[in-house]
């Protein structure tokens, strides 16, 4: 696997983004350990764009500790500034389990009543709404109807 390439501008945009972020990983002295690389990639999994403390004096050793996990995991090298390693991958899309027989739920809905005179402040209601309910125009709560199928169509 090797580094994703970006250009400055996107790495631009990643380093921006990435300035609010505290580390999710630190390395400490025994370095880039399978634990810290399992670590690392799910970080990326879960949040893409991730920063990285390393507790080493060393430049060298966090600029290749940089560069191998980047290759290794197949991210992008983002920014190494001081202590902080920042890397980004894209994240994997979620899949979603269908569910064709599953039918609406019950909710939350806020009902707005005005008063005829426009001093008074609105009465706002809070009123759970099932699955087969509907509010209307007025604020009053009625159960649906089945939706008309044309006898054609069947």
Excluded: C, Y
């Amino acid at each position: 696997m090797s580094a994703i390439q970006l250009t400055p501008a996107q790495r631009k945009e990643h380093r921006a983004a990435a300035h609010h972020l505290n580390p999710v990983v630190m390395i400490g002295a025994d370095g880039l350990t399978p634990a810290v690389r399992k670590e690392v990639d799910a970080a990326l999994k879960a949040h893409g764009l991730i920063k990285i403390r390393v507790f080493s004096d060393d430049r060298a050793v966090r600029e290749a500790a940089l560069l191998e996990l980047a290759d290794s995991l197949s991210a992008a090298p983002i920014q190494h500034i001081g202590k902080l390693l920042v890397l980004w991958r894209p994240m994997p899309e979620k899949a979603k389990a269908a569910d064709e027989d599953r039918m609406a739920g019950p909710r939350e809905v806020k009902i707005l009543k005005f008063s005829k005179s426009g001093n008074h402040r609105p009465q706002v209601k809070k009123v759970r709404v099932m699955g087969n309910e509907r509010v209307t125009a007025g604020g009053m709560i009625k159960r649906a109807k089945k939706r008309l199928t044309s006898t054609k169509k069947a």
